[in-house]
T-cell receptor, first 113, second 115 residues
């Protein structure tokens, strides 16, 4: 069974630009969560989508948004990029987002210059 | 609010020695606790999880953890370290909000295994 796929793996953007990251969950999984990982802040929860609806949201500014499609694939968008947005963005999928185990993708390394 | 604290951002052990990575949690409700491992440039892989079925949880790669409610701890151990265990380890607790769940991660412990 294929794992969680995140694309692209690496991305370099300029301040002020916007970026879209993609996550394809494991087949059959309906919950997709996004996390930001930085050396200073560690792993921080961004948001969770389940059946195309955002169910949970972390403490990030409105520049961070996401969506989920009917096939459970999810995208995350960051507008007006700042240098501090440089991070590893991880996507996790699970069957229903409850106590089911979360499976993580390899992440997208975003560098903002 | 739920939280986890990992004591020691860096731990070094000799190959063959006991591995002990510490995690303390804070939760007003019975928690679900997890240990994940992250290798360089990779995502997180689940090592084990506590879901109240048994206090001693065995995971992959010879790791285990014991849930101690009285100490609010969930320390990760492995009897004999192997070079391939060198990685970063994260303890996590689930946080419930309106019936849904999100992981709250600790700050991580980087394990170094010395030959």
């Amino acid at each position: 069974k294929a794992g969680v796929t995140q694309t692209p793996r690496y991305l370099i953007k300029t301040r002020g630009q916007q970026v879209t990251l993609s996550c394809s969950p494991i087949s059959g999984h309906r919950s997709v969560s996004w996390y930001q990982q930085t050396p200073g802040q560690g792993l921080q929860f961004l948001f969770e989508y389940f059946s195309e609806t955002q169910r949970n949201k972390g403490n990030f500014p409105g520049r961070f948004s996401g969506r989920q499609f009917s096939n459970s694939r999810s995208e995350m968008n960051v507008s007006t990029l700042e240098l501090g947005d440089s991070a590893l963005y991880l996507c996790a999928s699970s069957l229903d987002g409850g106590m089911a185990e979360a499976f993580f993708g390899q992440g997208t390394r975003l560098t903002v210059v | 609010a739920q939280s986890v604290t990992q004591l020691g951002s860096h731990v070094s052990v000799s190959e063959g020695a006991l591995v002990l990575l510490r995690c303390n949690y804070s939760s007003s409700v019975p928690p679900y606790l997890f240990w994940y491992v992250q290798y360089p440039n990779q995502g997180l892989q689940l090592l084990l999880k506590y879901t109240s079925a048994a206090t001693l949880v065995k995971g992959i790669n010879g790791f285990e953890a014991e849930f101690k409610k009285s100490e609010t701890s969930f320390h990760l151990t492995k009897p004999s370290a192997h070079m391939s265990d060198a990685a970063e380890y994260f303890c996590a607790v689930t946080s419930t909000t309106s019936g849904t769940y999100k992981y709250i991660f600790g700050t991580g412990t980087r394990l170094k295994v010395l030959a």
